[in-house]
């Protein structure tokens, strides 16, 4: 089985996770995908394939050298991201493409105009969703590059290598993808996450990020009398996200720029809550991110009295950038791998976050490669076989060079 029929495959299996699940994995149908790549790994020869109580698959390739070779690691999510539909995922399939718009269904287009990156696929295959859910790319693409290195390297014994392990993680979408990795199990000196877009992206610095949930209480009463009595919730909670800087957010953001995102805002005159994450490459400036949000809720508790607004931050995941300095040859070993297959690497900081940020915190450094895909998470997801074959090639270098 090769790279692309192993994405078509995975794309069509519904992960999608569940951020408000207290468990792990937050939804069943990742275990499914988990068991069946268990699977799939054993019948290729691999060993210790095993999955854990939550669904993370590990998998181990022995050494074929006598000499000592660190054991390094690769990592995907199984999950896809849940704001947009994985239910029912049917790939489609555009060859040798031509360079004009892409009618991939539903009414769903992916046009050059709006996607200048188009252009540098002409003559390429490139894979889409249906137009009515995403197409699973992040990271079903991840999974399947380093599915078919595994066979590759199982198959073909005249490529020396040392001991790989490879871990599949559940709930990387919603922030909880590496909490539960048994770090000492997987046993590597190194690893990297195979969870980036375009192809050549290696990425070992991230955002420091948090989540910020607010609620607003009010009063409500009847609109007829309701003078110098009502205190709705819903205009309150307006006024709490107008005193945010109203240029800091990502529409408006790019590089090492931070933001505050609202992503869900819901209620009534009584009850208003407001949904943010926050988010900043350099901790000092997060930290002031976090003390604004809580500056704003006591303004305001001032002016409208004591409880009405609460605040709760949680810090998600920090920049890997810290740790990752002092482990700066597992990047040029990346870097070496991508130009030894004739890719630009393409070195730039993660306006998001990956499983490789906490582990790398967790004591195994890990940066994050690219997958060659682009427009994650939305119906305009797509990815090129040729990219997802370039990848195997690159995590394939990385493996003889270890």
Not at 57 to 82: C, E, M, Q, W
Not at 105 to 115: A, K, M, Y
Not at 361 to 378: A, Q
Request: charged share 25%; glycine share 10%; hydrophobic share 35%.
């Amino acid at each position: 089985m090769k790279v692309k029929e192993r994405f078509l495959r995975y794309a069509a299996t519904d992960t999608a996770s569940e951020p408000d699940s207290p468990k792990t994995p937050s939804t069943a149908k990742q275990r499914v995908f988990a068991e069946m790549l268990c699977d799939e790994l054993r019948g290729m020869g691999a060993e210790d394939v095993k999955i854990s109580d939550n669904a993370y698959v590990y998998a181990r390739i022995p050494s074929n050298v006598k000499r000592d070779i660190p054991k390094i690691g690769f990592i995907a999510h199984l999950d896809t991201a849940p704001a947009v539909s994985g239910t029912g995922v049917k790939p489609r399939v555009f060859e040798n493409y031509d360079g004009g718009t892409l009618e991939i269904g539903n009414g769903v287009s992916i046009r050059p105009e709006e996607f200048c990156h188009l252009s540098n696929y002409i003559g390429q295959d490139i894979i889409t969703s249906s137009g009515d859910t995403l197409l699973g790319a992040d990271d079903k693409a991840g999974i399947a590059e380093i599915m078919e290195l595994c066979e590759i390297l199982l198959c073909d014994k005249s490529i020396e290598h040392g001991e790989i392990g490879v871990a599949f993680t559940p709930d990387e979408e919603i922030g909880h993808g590496a909490a539960l990795l048994d770090i000492e199990g997987f046993g590597c000196k190194y690893a990297y996450t195979v969870d980036g877009g375009a192809l050549g992206e290696l990425e070992y610095e991230n955002f420091n990020a948090a989540s910020c949930a607010i609620k607003v209480h009010g009063v409500n009463i009847h609109p007829g009398s309701a003078k110098n009595q009502m205190r709705n919730a819903l205009l309150m909670a307006i006024e709490w996200n107008s005193m945010l800087p109203p240029a800091e957010t990502p529409a408006h953001t790019c590089g090492y720029e931070g933001f505050y995102h609202l992503m869900h805002m819901e209620g009534d005159e009584e009850l208003a809550t407001l949904q943010y994450i926050i988010r900043d490459h350099d901790a000092q400036k997060f930290d002031a991110r976090k003390a604004t949000v809580q500056q704003i809720t006591d303004y305001l508790n001032q002016k409208w009295g004591a409880g009405t607004f609460e605040c709760v931050i949680r810090d998600s995941y920090r920049n890997m950038r810290e740790i990752m300095e002092q482990h700066m040859d597992v990047v040029e070993k990346a870097k070496a791998a991508f130009e030894a297959n004739g890719v630009a690497p393409i070195i730039s900081p993660i306006r998001g976050g990956t499983d490789g940020a906490r582990l790398s915190y967790m004591g195994l450094p890990c940066p994050n490669l690219s997958t060659g895909g682009y427009n994650f998470h939305g119906r305009k997801e797509m990815i090129t076989v040729e990219a997802m074959e370039a990848m195997v090639n690159v995590l394939e270098s990385i493996v003889r060079n270890a």
